[in-house]
């Protein structure tokens, strides 16, 4: 009886060992995570040697894996435990109770979802670990048209999002949490760089601008900071001034009217602005300020915007981030 009980010991403490890999299982992962392509395992059997991986195995770009004694199997798709359930019944033609784990060692297989003003919008693919900031750069990076804002969904299986304004969305199914792209950019807040889990669904929301046209050293539209306005002083700086055939007096704020495509028509005084002789005018986010020609060309200037159109002029104005 000595060696029939010796024996169950063994195949006790082989059923609690793990797995003999230089290579740690990738903890991050949820039970629910479903494997996919280039996810990297490795596979203990007990008492099935042949079976057992000594070093990780990758799932192919079919979605399968190949073993010694059960051939190919589709893994893509399925969680751990489910492979796991698959190659037992495979094994059942050699074993009477066969014993199999699977270990997802590195996940490869990351769909994240990058949306919005970003050059490649689009689900893009993880490569280990990334950060908020490579992902926005797998996705092409910002465009210039870009708000000042990111905001991160990401299911609660992977954990609540590490950033302060995190809250769970009103089904508890998800995190939900937004960063400051200028705060990163400089450095002010490298926390919020946060590490991106797959699944992640990354919104990057068009930013609200203020234009200026016409006689201008730098015409285009500026991107509004969060919170931010711009007065009429602020974007001639931004614009780096008025050109030298501006007609300084007889500028136009043309503002939006709500559920209109039409634009109402505000005159301003530049020259007298610049002078200090009038107050200062704040801008509305979608205001164009628009500069004309002075003299004779002044009228040709106007009738050219007329017909044109302003959507026409903001449509194709330069973007520019301040």
């Known amino acids: 009886m000595r060696p029939l009980l010796f024996l169950s010991l063994a195949a006790a403490c082989l059923a609690q060992a793990p797995p003999s890999s230089p290579v740690a299982p990738d903890a991050g992962a949820p039970s629910s995570y479903a ?14 040697e042949e079976v057992t991986t000594t070093a990780p195995i990758r799932i192919d770009a079919r979605g ?7 051939g190919r199997v589709h893994a893509a798709g399925l969680t751990t435990e489910q492979l796991a359930d698959l190659l037992e019944e495979h094994l059942k033609h050699y074993l009477q109770h066969p014993d199999v784990s699977v270990y997802l060692v590195e996940t490869r297989s990351q769909p994240v979802s990058v949306l919005g003003a970003v050059q490649s919008p689009g689900v893009h693919q993880l490569e280990g670990h990334k950060t908020l900031f490579e992902v926005i750069s797998l996705a092409g ?21 590490p950033l302060p304004d995190a809250k769970d969305d009103p089904t508890g199914r998800y995190s939900i949490a937004s960063v400051n792209i200028k705060s990163i950019m400089d450095a002010q807040n490298p926390a919020e760089n946060i590490e991106i889990k797959p699944e992640d669904v990354i919104s990057v929301p068009k930013g609200q601008l203020v234009y200026v046209i016409g006689t201008v050293r730098k015409p285009g539209g500026f991107v509004l900071g969060e919170d931010q306005h711009l007065s009429a002083l602020q974007i001639l700086s931004l614009a780096e001034g008025l050109d030298r055939f501006a007609n300084a007096r007889k500028a136009r704020i043309m503002r939006p009217i709500p559920g209109s495509d039409t634009r109402t028509e505000i005159p301003i005084d530049l020259k007298a602005l610049l002078a200090g002789k009038t107050p200062d005018v704040p801008l509305q986010a979608n205001d164009l300020l628009f500069v004309p020609l002075s003299g004779k060309k002044s009228a040709a200037a106007t009738a050219v915007t007329t017909v044109l159109g302003m959507s026409s002029a903001v449509g194709t104005a330069a973007i520019y981030r301040y």
């Open 35 to 48: 494997l996919g392509v280039d996810d990297q395992l490795m596979v203990r059997a007990l008492d099935a």
């Open 64 to 70: 399968n894996i190949t073993l010694p004694m059960i």
């Open 141 to 161: 990076g910002i465009r210039q048209d870009a708000g000042y804002s990111i905001k991160i969904t990401r299911r609660i299986e992977w954990g609540r999002i």
